[in-house]
């Protein structure tokens, strides 16, 4: 006996430009690695330069009130990537006081950086890309002492300025001693401004 076959026809729905946007979608979601946070802490950096800037603001702003003077340099870059995280153009003056961790983005740590930006010393604050500081009392080596700064800045914007130029240099920011001017440097020449007497 032959069996009979029987074909059911289901009529087929039209599928929309929406279905095959969504059907894409979904082939691309599983065919895909998705790397936005790793990318996303990648920019931390950003929130690393406004917490330094603002933190130079503040000191600026008590500056002006009280008369005082105090003059600060920091540099901010990629350091962790150096052979042996040896950084050339920079020298140590005696012994680096940093001998822990120290997060600038980190709340616990206010006091200590506090103290750090007030201390007064000689030498330039160092912080790696991911706000970790590393070094403090670190003498630059300047090369390209010609460029120009703004009237009025002494060694240690110039100094800023010629450092910004490195390529593992994010930022550079002073606080001058006289004028009590915070200044972020990029590229040999200054990108942002604070400047107490606009308050």
């Known amino acids: 006996m032959l069996g009979t076959i029987v074909i059911m026809e289901h009529p087929e729905r ?13 082939a691309r979601k599983i065919t895909s690695a ?23 603001c503040e000191i600026s702003k008590e500056n002006k ?7 600060i ?21 005696g012994i680096n006081p940093i001998q822990k ?3 600038i983005s980190n709340t616990s740590f206010k006091d200590e950086i506090s103290n750090l930006f ?8 160092i912080i790696n890309r991911n706000g970790q500081i590393i070094g403090t009392k670190v003498y630059l080596i300047v090369d390209n002492p010609s460029l120009e700064v703004p009237e009025g800045c002494g060694t240690r914007h110039i100094s800023a300025a010629s450092f910004s130029e490195r390529d ?27 400047n107490p007497e606009d308050e």
């Open 168 to 194: 593992d240099v994010i930022a550079v920011f002073t606080l001058s001693e006289e004028t009590s001017v915070v200044r972020t440097w990029k590229n040999g020449s200054f990108t942002d401004q604070f």
């Open 73 to 93: 340099l920091v540099v901010f870059g990629v350091f962790d990537t150096a052979k042996d995280y040896v950084v050339s153009g920079m020298r140590q003056i």
């Open 34 to 56: 998705d790397f936005s946070f790793q990318f996303s802490a990648a920019r931390e950096h950003q929130k690393v330069e406004k917490k330094v800037f603002n933190i130079l």
């Open 118 to 125: 007030r201390d007064g010393a000689d030498g330039a604050i």
């Open 65 to 71: 009130k009280k008369d005082s003077k105090l003059g």
């Open 14 to 26: 039209e599928m929309s430009s929406d279905d095959g946007h969504a059907a894409a979608e979904a």
């Open 101 to 103: 961790y120290i997060d």
